[in-house]
């Protein structure tokens, strides 16, 4: 079992920065889950639908949603286990539940909720005006 814990959601005035951090734990066989799993952010607000944010592979390649590029970044250290997501000038439109979730390796960059197998709780971002 794969498990996902996230944590650094807080509340933020507009152009503030949080740092997400999401701790994995878990193999699958005998293949360790950050060596061979593609990791990556989504978050949800209030009566929208779960949509990315951005997602990093075991090789550190990344992607992100357009209105995040500039402001987001993605990284991964596998001898933490640990994968970040450093958010600056956070605008209010960025207030959301933010979840870690992760899927067997692959060699496109997933981006679809359905693409993954294996979700955290959600951190709260809240940022105001």
């Known amino acids: 079992q794969v498990q996902l814990a996230e944590s650094g959601g807080g509340l933020v005035q507009a152009g503030g920065s949080l740092r997400l951090s999401c701790a994995a734990s878990?193999?699958?066989?005998?293949?360790?889950?950050?060596?061979?799993?593609?990791m990556a952010w989504f978050r949800q607000a209030p009566g929208k639908e779960r949509e990315f944010v951005s997602v990093?592979?075991?090789?550190?390649?990344?992607a992100m949603r357009d209105s995040v590029k500039g402001r987001f970044t993605i990284s991964r250290d596998n001898a933490k286990n640990t994968v970040y997501l450093q958010m600056n000038n956070l605008k209010p439109e960025d207030t959301a539940v933010y979840y870690c979730?992760?899927?067997?390796?692959?060699?496109?960059?997933?981006?679809?909720?359905?693409?993954?197998?294996?979700w955290g709780q959600g951190t709260q971002v809240t940022v105001s005006s």
């Open positions: 990093i592979n075991w090789r550190g390649t990344t």
């Open positions: 979730a992760s899927r067997q390796g692959t060699s496109t960059m997933p981006y679809r909720v359905g693409d993954y197998d294996y």
């Open positions: 878990g193999r699958t066989g005998s293949t360790d889950v950050m060596n061979n799993y593609v």
